[in-house]
């Protein structure tokens, strides 16, 4: 099964950016929704943001909206998270995936997805 490889996490302050980048293999990327989670220890796997398939439209969870965008760039197989304004309640571990055709409340459930990575820590110090 083809698997994402997310990259660019690292330790911030609070307040600070930063940017991550997926790439998930595959010539069909281009027809796949694509999706940003974290996962927090102790914690389930919670939806961050995500692009949906077909249409193209970008969804966000409240808890990230206005701070965060997530972008795509189907030549190259990438899909990117530009955090801002972050807190500590940011921090675990993002993993990316490409998933199946979704709605607007689908394309937040992990179901709907495969080909996840191993992820990248984030951690926000306060």
């Known amino acids: 099964q083809v698997k994402s490889e997310e990259s660019g996490g690292l330790l911030v302050q609070a307040g600070g950016s930063l940017r991550l980048s997926c790439v998930i293999p595959g010539r069909a990327f281009s027809r796949r929704a694509v999706g940003w989670f974290r996962q927090a220890p102790g914690k389930e796997r919670e939806f961050v943001a995500g692009?949906?398939?077909?249409?193209?439209?970008?969804y966000y969870a409240d808890s990230v909206k206005g701070r965060f965008a997530i972008s795509r760039d189907n030549a190259k197989n990438t899909l990117d998270l530009q955090m801002n304004s972050l807190s500590p309640e940011d921090t675990g571990v993002y993993l990316c995936?490409?998933?199946?055709?979704?709605?607007?409340?689908?394309?937040?459930?992990?179901?709907?997805?495969?080909?996840w990575g191993q992820g990248t820590q984030v951690t926000v110090s306060s």
């Open positions: 995936a490409g998933g199946a055709a979704c709605t607007a409340v689908t394309c937040r459930m992990t179901r709907v997805y495969d080909s």
């Open positions: 692009i949906g398939y077909p249409g193209g439209s970008l």
